[in-house]
């Protein structure tokens, strides 16, 4: 019997190759997290995301999620602002003296540096939050959960709601594709790769006025 749960594709092929992507992960429940991140940079990429424009990035657990979410995606802006100047650490090469190596004392030309083509288009948040024995999961969960979702609203940047709040192992295993015996599970990062994009695309879009 097929299952009613799940994400319903859309039918347009979304193109990734023109956008920038974050990923933000935490570090508990690391077996989990490592899938779900290779689910997501492995829809990311098929969907032409280029690997040098998937950024990631990772902090302690789930609650720092929201914090790194916000600077990750305000020092893209300020990465992709800066000159070749900024990223040589203000170094002002030949200008106070002439190049030792040139005897005509021109001044040596300024190393070529790689410049990023943009800020972040979209951002991925991946955490796994398992409930315990304590209070403590619902306060991380709803906490995180506003959190993100007031980061997305506050930038402009779509942020990818990622965290995966289980009531136990085997329910975090199978989110990641992890399962056991014959009930594998679906790896939720794939999807999230794949909503990024669209929501990267479709923010571009709808940034410039066009609906259709």
């Not at 990062?189 to 940034?207: F, H, I, K, N, Y």
Request: neutral net charge; aromatic residues 6%; hydrophobic residues 40%.
């Amino acid at each position: 019997m097929s299952t009613i749960k799940g994400i319903s594709q859309t039918e347009v092929a979304y193109d990734g190759s023109s956008l920038r992507v974050a990923i933000v992960h935490a570090r508990w429940n690391r077996v989990i997290i490592d899938a779900l991140v290779s689910g997501a940079v492995a829809k990311l990429k098929e969907r032409g995301v280029k690997e040098s424009n998937i950024v990631i990035q990772s902090v302690p657990g789930s609650f720092e999620l929201p914090f790194a979410c916000q600077k990750v995606i305000a020092g893209s802006h300020v990465q992709a602002g800066a000159n070749v100047t900024d990223l040589l650490g203000g170094l002002n090469i030949g200008s106070n003296s002439p190049n030792p190596a040139s005897r005509s004392g021109t001044p040596a030309p300024v190393p070529v540096v790689a410049i990023p083509s943009g800020p972040f288009d979209a951002v991925i948040a991946i955490g796994v939050l398992i409930k315990g024995s304590t209070m403590h999961f619902e306060y991380i969960c709803e906490s995180v959960s506003h959190a993100l979702m007031r980061v997305q609203l506050d930038t402009g940047v779509p942020v990818i709601f990622g965290v995966l709040t289980v009531l136990n192992d085997q329910q975090a295993l199978e989110r990641a594709g992890l399962g056991e015996g014959g009930n594998k599970g679906h790896n939720h990062g794939e999807d999230w790769g794949l909503a990024a994009v669209e929501m990267a695309s479709q923010t571009r879009r709808w940034g410039e006025g066009k609906f259709v």
